[in-house]
């Protein structure tokens, strides 16, 4: 059975932008995945997004560590989770210093058993497979971009833009 996760980083306060995003995908999905920066703007959706019987996961970037709010020491700057037999490993990339290419990440992958890779930071999109690895970037949705994985014995995705961007 394959799980459609609904992938979104970097909104950096841009919540009409998640708004829209959910409203067009939600019911198309099992789960959406906040990779950080501004994870917090996920929060006048989370009730919304469990009320549909849909996961909700989110990641602290580094800017959201360095947001004064009583929930962020509980928000994980790395989860991962299983999906049929594949491991997936979820992280901002700050921490694993993405900026400047994926061998950390990919190293941080291997040593946790990890195939599939979502990551941002970056605000640039991307899909690629690497040793084995499959890194996924939804890119930024602060310029209303965002992803769609779907996971499964096989994997496959889609980058989208939302139309009408000022």
Same mark, same amino acid.
């Given at each position: 059975?394959?799980?459609? $996760? ?6 950096? &306060?841009?919540? =009409?932008? $998640?708004?829209? !995003?959910? %409203? ?8 959406? !995945? ?12 989370? %009730?919304? #997004?469990?009320? *549909? =019987? ?6 602290? &970037? ?12 509980? #928000? ?16 901002? &990339? ?6 400047? &290419? ?13 195939? $599939? ?14 040793? =084995? ?11 209303? $971009? ?5 996971? =499964?014995?096989?994997?496959?995705? *889609? ?8």
């Amino acid at each position: 059975m394959n799980k459609k $996760i609904l992938v979104i980083s970097d909104s950096h &306060g841009h919540l =009409g932008f $998640i708004s829209d !995003v959910l %409203r067009l995908e939600l019911d198309g999905v099992q789960m959406v !995945v906040h990779l950080g920066d501004a994870w917090f703007d996920m929060k006048p959706f989370i %009730r919304m #997004i469990k009320d *549909k =019987g849909k996961e909700v996961l989110m990641i602290r &970037g580094n800017v959201d560590s360095m947001r004064e709010d009583s929930m962020t020491p509980f #928000i994980p700057e790395i989860e991962i989770f299983d999906v049929v037999d594949k491991k997936v490993l979820c992280t901002h &990339g700050h921490i694993y210093d993405v900026h400047n &290419g994926l061998d950390k990440l990919k190293h941080a992958s291997l040593s946790k058993g990890a195939r $599939i890779v979502l990551f941002g930071h970056t605000h640039q999109p991307m899909a690629r497979e690497i040793n =084995g690895i499959f890194f996924f970037n939804p890119g930024p949705m602060r310029d209303g $971009i965002y992803g769609i994985i779907s996971i =499964g014995q096989s994997i496959s995705h *889609k980058h989208y833009k939302l139309k009408n961007l000022p």
